[in-house]
């Protein structure tokens, strides 16, 4: 069974200043990978996704996020983050159907 | 297009009681999952269903069930409630015209169920 590490559990970050939420994964054959964003008291919300072509994937709201298939990793970057991207973020991989998600990283973007 | 819509919003139920959870997906999709979202174990993949089949399982006891309908609509069911019950129950839809993999799965907002 695939699994997904974010390594980070909670990353503080002034507004403005770039920031970047790490996940591994562990699957080595096809990966299909997912970030989703969770803001308080909602559901989950696409930001991007890796189904295959270019590796690094441009999403919404500024984000995007580069697959390293050698590292097994698919960090989510964004150069210049809002107080409003204070939120939960996952990363997820697809296995037949089922999401896979990691446990989470608590992004605080601080005035 | 309206998103994913799930019914009721917060619910609360004592312990062995039953509960039910409905789950609306996006116009023209046919696939819906469930997950379970806790502060302890995270996100948690509970069923998936296909033109009226399970089609996918997590590992969840017995008690956890779930059913859809002709129009893609979804229903989980939880029985004999535990106080471990309570957590953000989310519902996904994805079209399915690919295959499990490689689909998108939009969320619901989530039914949050607390078990007294």
């Known amino acids: 069974a695939q699994s997904v590490t974010q390594l980070d559990s909670q990353v503080p970050v002034f507004e403005e200043a770039p920031v970047e939420l790490r996940c591994n994964y562990s699957?080595?054959?096809?990966?299909?990978l997912f970030w989703y964003v969770q803001y308080p008291n909602q559901g989950l919300q696409l930001l991007l996704k890796?189904?295959?072509?270019?590796?690094l994937v441009k999403g919404i709201n500024g984000f995007e996020a580069e697959f390293n298939k050698s590292q097994t990793s698919f960090h989510l970057r964004k150069p210049s983050v809002h107080i409003s991207d204070t939120a939960e973020y996952f990363c997820?991989?697809?296995?037949?159907?089922?999401?896979?998600f990691g446990q989470g990283t608590t992004l605080q973007v601080k005035p | 297009k309206a998103g994913v819509t799930q019914t009721p919003r917060y619910l609360i139920k004592t312990r062995g009681q039953q509960v039910t959870l409905s789950c609306s997906p996006i116009?023209?999709?046919?696939?819906v999952s469930w997950y379970q979202q806790t502060p302890g174990q995270g996100l948690q993949f509970l069923f998936e269903?296909?033109?009226?089949?399970?089609?996918n399982k997590g590992n969840f006891p017995g008690r956890f069930s779930g059913r859809q309908f002709s129009n893609s609509r979804s229903e989980m069911n939880v029985s004999t409630l535990e106080l471990g019950d309570s957590a953000l129950y989310l519902c996904?839809?994805?079209?399915?015209?690919?295959?499990?993999?490689?689909?998108?799965?939009?969320f619901g907002p989530g039914t949050r169920l607390l078990v007294l």
């Open positions: 996904a839809s994805s079209l399915d015209n690919s295959g499990g993999a490689l689909e998108t799965q939009y």
């Open positions: 699957s080595s054959v096809s990966v299909y």
């Open positions: 890796y189904l295959s072509g270019s590796t």
């Open positions: 997820a991989v697809n296995e037949r159907g089922k999401l896979i």
């Open positions: 116009s023209g999709h046919r696939s």
């Open positions: 269903y296909f033109s009226e089949t399970q089609r």
